[in-house]
Nanobody, 125 residues
Framework: VQLQASGGGSVQAGGSLILSCTFSGQTFGKYAVAWFRQAPGKEREFVSAIDFTGKNTYYSDSVKGRFTISRDNGKKTGSLQMNSLKAEDTAVYYC???????????????????WGQGTQVTVSS
């Protein structure tokens, strides 16, 4: 399994970006997909996740109402639509994927064995 994250960039506060995570391998439909981020000097933190069915989504309080996670099993991609971006959203964003039983640990980085390389998001105020 390999993940490729893309879509990062620089945007002004209030703007929008879409991040994509492309999955290489079989049975993408069995994998939960998540996004984490890490700002300079800070620990990696959970942003959002979607279970393998696409029916259950999870968000951190800091992004709830502004970010939307989705998946397209036919294209083997997971996406993160980020609206109303703030300076504090500036970070390297990582996508992760794994097969999780009953969404166990879906919000925890330790639950994921497969990670993309990270994409930089910079929001200027």
């Amino acid at each position: 399994v390999q993940l490729q994250a893309s879509g990062g960039g620089s945007v002004q506060a209030g703007g929008s970006l879409i991040l994509s995570c492309t999955f290489s391998g079989q049975t993408f439909g069995k994998y939960a997909v998540a996004w984490f981020r890490q700002a300079p000097g800070k620990e990696r933190e959970f942003v959002s996740a979607i279970d393998f069915t696409g029916k259950n989504t999870y968000y951190s309080d800091s992004v709830k109402g502004r970010f939307t996670i989705s998946r397209d099993n036919g294209k083997k991609t997971g996406s993160l639509q980020m609206n109303s971006l703030k300076a504090e959203d500036t970070a390297v964003y990582y996508c992760a994927a794994d097969v999780l039983y009953a969404d166990r640990g879906i919000q925890h980085a330790a639950a994921y064995d497969y990670w993309g390389q990270g994409t930089q998001v910079t929001v200027s105020s």
